[in-house]
T-cell receptor
Framework: DGGITQSPKYLFRKEGQNVTLSCEQNLNHDAMYWYRQDPGQGLRLIYYSQIVNDFQKGDIAEGYSVSREKKESFPLTVTSAQKNPTAFYLC?????????FGPGTRLLVL | RKEVEQDPGPFNVPEGATVAFNCTYSNSASQSFFWYRQDCRKEPKLLMSVYSSGNEDGRFTAQLNRASQYISLLIRDSKLSDSATYLCVVRGSSASKIIFGSGTRLSIRP
């Protein structure tokens, strides 16, 4: 059945380490997004992509990188430059206006 | 001033009660409006879009007031399963202009 998958569900990062969060969708959506959610706060946009091989920075892109080599996939790398990476990371995709979310990845720093 | 503001709650109401939330937005050029529901430690899920004429889906009614720049969500005959955080989402003209409110927590007691 169609949907958005994210893996892993939990991810632990050591100091100075880069980690990559996976996001895959089989909804045939062109647009994909990465958000970060901190406790008690709304979602903040990290990066978005409206088409394959193209992506744009959101409001809090520093310390993150993405790629969009395939329509179905939009991985997010949290680099060592991101000094406060502990958060709930949500991937979304959309057809026209409505966004659909994956189950999220919780990133924790060891 | 935040672009999208919601009363964080929590709203604690008895089962069967009617409860209403408001959400205000600052950008008068905003084009689309949505309510999402987010359960604890889960991803947001679309509850309903909000149309200029107002719309209803079962026990849920959403309304938009462009002149005063707010949207509202009314829940009638509330159920225990309605306990969640309700996110207001406002979309502008581009993918980068999707703004999430911080959410209103609702708790329904037996």
């Amino acid at each position: 059945d169609g949907g958005i998958t994210q893996s892993p569900k939990y991810l632990f990062r050591k100091e100075g380490q880069n980690v990559t969060l996976s996001c895959e969708q089989n909804l045939n959506h062109d647009a994909m997004y990465w958000y970060r959610q901190d406790p008690g706060q709304g979602l903040r946009l990290i990066y978005y992509s409206q088409i394959v091989n193209d992506f744009q920075k959101g409001d809090i892109a520093e310390g993150y990188s993405v790629s969009r080599e395939k329509k179905e996939s939009f991985p997010l790398t949290v680099t060592s430059a991101q000094k406060n990476p502990t958060a709930f990371y949500l991937c979304a995709s959309s057809n026209t206006e409505t966004q659909y979310f994956g189950p999220g990845t919780r990133l924790l720093v060891l | 001033r935040k672009e999208v503001e919601q009363d964080p709650g929590p709203f604690n109401v008895p089962e069967g009660a009617t409860v209403a939330f408001n959400c205000t937005y600052s950008n008068s050029a905003s084009q689309s409006f949505f309510w999402y529901r987010q359960d604890c430690r889960k991803e947001p899920k679309l509850l309903m879009s909000v149309y200029s004429s107002g719309n209803e889906d079962g026990r849920f009614t959403a309304q938009l007031n462009r002149a005063s720049q707010y949207i509202s969500l009314l829940i009638r005959d509330s159920k225990l399963s309605d306990s969640a955080t309700y996110l207001c989402v406002v979309r502008g003209s581009s993918a980068s202009k999707i703004i999430f409110g911080s959410g209103t927590r609702l708790s329904i007691r037996p």
